[in-house]
């Protein structure tokens, strides 16, 4: 999987160890930033969960941790509430399990010390343990700059009483410190306990300011105000080095089977006619939901490939399509339960994406120079749907309950409008800076000479 030739190879032999999260957006910026460390000479040991293992690639060491825990015992339960516990659960479950590993790895390779570990913001329990056996770490933040900027300001705004919302009328409340978020946006979520949900921050922070450096996908063209606050409010190295899946576009792991058929209908479609919709690996919607969502599609006439995938609709009851929303959308739309995202969102024929905005499908969009409709779950995502409305002004937000006529208006609004038109405009010159940044002497290609000269650094 290691990249194309052309970069210079780093200390030969020294090693690099590497624990992501093993959730799709976390899980494909690793094994991204992975193959842009191989392709500098570094070799790569991933330690990884049990579940949802990441593909094997061929020169890497792989090294799952914790195979005796049950999946159940770490896994979200299913709703979207249940995130957050998860993360701190993989912790607590894993941590012990990892110590063994750790000391296995670097008992083996005595007299070869890897120069660090690369770790998900949310593995501060392994980072624990890697400071307890030597082993500098470095954090990836898998989400954007503008996140972990609110997530520094979170505790500020506890303090003042602002969070948890005590009032729904405060939700538009503009923070002037945080321009443009609203204080809405520092709601994460509306079914994780405010303890529980500042914990978790309180542990990704603290990963953060406890390790020797910060990694972010992301590029300065795109975040450089939020990168200069993180730079200043951290006091450790930051790098960013996205877009690490146009850097590394081979490496990724699929954790649902992929239907590449949609790429062949999108070749039948004409160019940017197309609205792909999509809410990610883990946002959901009720049955409800999916039949607006449904006419909403249908009334607007439009083509679209929407991927609908399996444990997409929370509900106990009758789940599936309307009846009769085949028959009307045959020949322009097309649903599949997966989709190779990066291909669709990079083909001609799609001009818009309905995205929940997590960070991976925004940043990808945005590499693409497709305008978005934003409809944000929870977590990060009404940060990163501000930011495309407010601040890139690539897309807009599709508010309130969903309704199949709002909906069909904002599908118009985006591929009929003027005002889509300039949303468009806008999405092709953050395409061209995001494609800028990556040539040689770009933004993210220095940060990345700098990231390994970084990593040699460190004491053997
Ligand atoms: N994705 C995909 N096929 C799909 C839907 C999503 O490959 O049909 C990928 C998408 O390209 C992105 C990831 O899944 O890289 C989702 O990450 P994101 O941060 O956008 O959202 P999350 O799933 O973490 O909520």
């Known amino acids: ?21 093993p ?22 040991t991933l330690f990884h969960a049990a579940f949802n293992a990441p593909d094997p690639v061929a020169g890497y060491r792989f090294v799952p941790v914790g195979a005796g825990v049950p999946a159940a015992d770490l896994v979200p339960t299913g709703s979207d509430a249940d995130f957050v516990g998860a993360l701190l659960r993989f912790n607590e479950r894993l941590q012990g399990a990892f110590q063994d590993s750790l000391r296995e790895v670097l008992e083996e390779e005595e007299g070869a010390r890897p120069a660090c570990l690369v770790l998900d913001s949310n593995l501060r329990g392994m980072q624990v343990v890697a400071d307890r056996l030597g082993v500098p770490t470095l954090v990836l ?51 994780t306990p405010h303890e529980t949900m500042s914990n978790c921050l309180e542990r990704i922070m603290e990963s953060a300011r406890y390790s020797s450096g910060v990694i972010i996908n992301t590029f300065s063209e795109l975040e450089g105000a939020d990168l200069q606050k993180i730079i200043h409010g951290l006091g450790v190295p930051v790098y960013a080095v996205g877009p690490l899946h146009k850097i590394s576009p081979s490496a990724q792991s699929s954790m649902l089977d992929t239907d590449k058929t949609c790429l062949n209908w999108l070749d039948k479609q004409e160019v940017k006619s197309v609205l792909f919709v999509s809410i990610g690996s883990l946002a959901s919607m009720t ?25 997409l609709v929370q509900c106990s009851g009758k789940v599936g399509l309307p009846e009769g929303f085949e028959e009307v959308t045959r020949g322009r739309g097309m649903v599949v339960s997966w989709a190779p995202q990066q291909e669709v969102l990079g083909h ?17 969009s945005i590499c693409e120079g ?55 405009r806008r999405a092709k010159d953050l395409e061209d800076k995001a494609t800028e940044c990556m040539k040689k002497g770009g933004s993210s290609e220095t940060r990345i000479n700098l990231l390994v000269d970084f990593m040699m650094s460190l004491p053997c």
């Open 1 to 21: 999987m290691a990249s194309e030739a052309g970069k210079a190879p780093a200390i030969p032999g020294r090693r690099v160890l590497m624990f992501p999260l």
């Open 23 to 44: 959730f799709q957006g976390h899980l494909s910026p690793m094994l991204q930033l992975a193959d842009v460390l191989h392709a500098r000479g570094l070799r790569v």
């Open 287 to 311: 049955q409800e939901e999916l039949v607006e969502t449904a006419w909403g599609l249908a009334n607007s006439c439009l083509p679209f490939l929407w991927v609908i995938r399996p444990n």
């Open 370 to 424: 497709v305008p978005m409709i934003c409809r944000p779950h929870f977590a990060d995502q009404m940060i990163n749907a501000r930011y495309v409305q407010e601040v890139w002004k690539v897309g807009f937000e599709l508010e309130g309950k969903l309704e199949r006529g709002k909906i069909e208006r904002s599908v118009r609004k985006l591929f009929c409008q003027e005002e889509g038109g300039e949303m468009r």
């Open 348 to 364: 001609q024929a799609v001009g818009g994406f309905w995205t929940h905005n997590g960070w991976n499908s925004t940043l990808e």
């Open 141 to 191: 933040r898998t989400g954007g700059a503008a996140c972990l900027v609110a997530y520094m300001a979170f505790p500020a705004l506890c303090d003042k009483g602002l969070l948890p919302l005590q009032d729904h009328a405060q939700l538009n409340m503009p923070l002037d410190d945080l321009q443009p978020l609203q204080l809405g946006d520092m709601v994460f979520s509306t079914t």
